[in-house]
């Protein structure tokens, strides 16, 4: 059984950092893929960025450049360093796991977890 815990954010001043952590449970860890996800208020859960098993990475246009994702097979963990941030980045993150890349990028999962908020001020 899947289990995932997001961890990391909070309120910060445009052009600030966040690095957000997902600890992840259930799956082979090493074997699976990773994404992290983001839902504004009144908006849809959107892809933000994702990482293979064998750590390829896919990025939203709105995020190149300034987050980038990574994992600790050891840990369990994968992280997402958010730079120059922006008011438009606000929002509630999400991570989630599957041994398919492809199923990642698509992020139709029926278990999410509390998600961590992050709050960027102008």
């Known amino acids: 059984q899947v289990h995932l815990v997001e961890s990391g954010g909070g309120l910060v001043q445009g052009g600030g950092s966040l690095r957000l952590s997902c600890a992840a449970s259930g799956l082979l860890f090493s074997d699976t893929a990773m994404g992290w996800y983001r839902q504004a208020p009144g908006k849809q859960r959107e892809l933000v960025a994702a990482?293979?098993?064998?750590?390829?990475?896919n990025y939203a246009d709105s995020v190149k450049g300034r987050f980038t994702i990574s994992r600790d097979n050891a840990k369990n963990t994968v992280y997402l360093q958010m730079n120059s941030l922006k008011p438009e980045d606000t929002a509630v993150y999400y991570c989630?796991?599957?041994?398919?890349?492809?199923?990642?990028?698509?992020?139709?999962?029926?278990?999410w977890g509390q998600g961590t908020q992050v709050t960027v001020s102008s």
């Open positions: 989630n796991q599957d041994r398919s890349f492809g199923a990642v990028l698509a992020g139709r999962f029926d278990y």
């Open positions: 990482i293979s098993s064998i750590r390829n990475t």
